[in-house]
C-alpha cells in the first residue's frame, strides 16, 4: 500500500506562487509515475501534471508555462511549483499515485488551493 500526504494549499492573490508538496510512504517501490490533479466545485477532477519514474512530465495546457512538476525520488516526494496563479486555478488539489506493481491508483485527501482576484 501508498500513503500520500498533501500540504502546501492556502489563500494567495492572483498572479502570486505556491508550492505544493506531497510526501509518499508504504510500498514506494511499486510506485511508476505520481501527479496532481485538481477539482473545483461541480467540475470534474481534472490531470495538471505527470511525471514518471524516469522524469518524463506532461502538463495540461492551461497551466503550461506556469506549473512545475517535480520529484525527489530519495525523499519520496513530488512538488508542483505553481506560478503566475489565476483565479481559476483555485481547485482541491490532489496527489496521484500510479502502482503497475500492485494494479492501484493512489490517492492523497487533497490540499485547498484559492486564488483571489
Known amino acids: 500500500q501508498v500513503q500520500l500526504v498533501e500540504s502546501g494549499g492556502g489563500l494567495v492573490q492572483g498572479g502570486g506562487s505556491l508550492r505544493l508538496s506531497c510526501a509518499a510512504s508504504g510500498t514506494i517501490f511499486s510506485i511508476n509515475a505520481m501527479g496532481w490533479y485538481r477539482q473545483a466545485p461541480g467540475k470534474q477532477r481534472e490531470l495538471v501534471a505527470a511525471i514518471t519514474s524516469g522524469g518524463s512530465t506532461n502538463y495540461a495546457d492551461s497551466v503550461k508555462g506556469r506549473f512545475t512538476i517535480s520529484r525527489d525520488n530519495a525523499e519520496n516526494m513530488v512538488y508542483l511549483q505553481m506560478n503566475s496563479l489565476k483565479p481559476e486555478d483555485t481547485a482541491v488539489y490532489y496527489c496521484?499515485?500510479?502502482?503497475?506493481?500492485?494494479?492501484?491508483?493512489?490517492w492523497g485527501k487533497g490540499t485547498l488551493v484559492t486564488v483571489s482576484s
Open positions: 496521484n499515485a500510479d502502482s503497475h506493481y500492485y494494479g492501484m491508483r493512489y
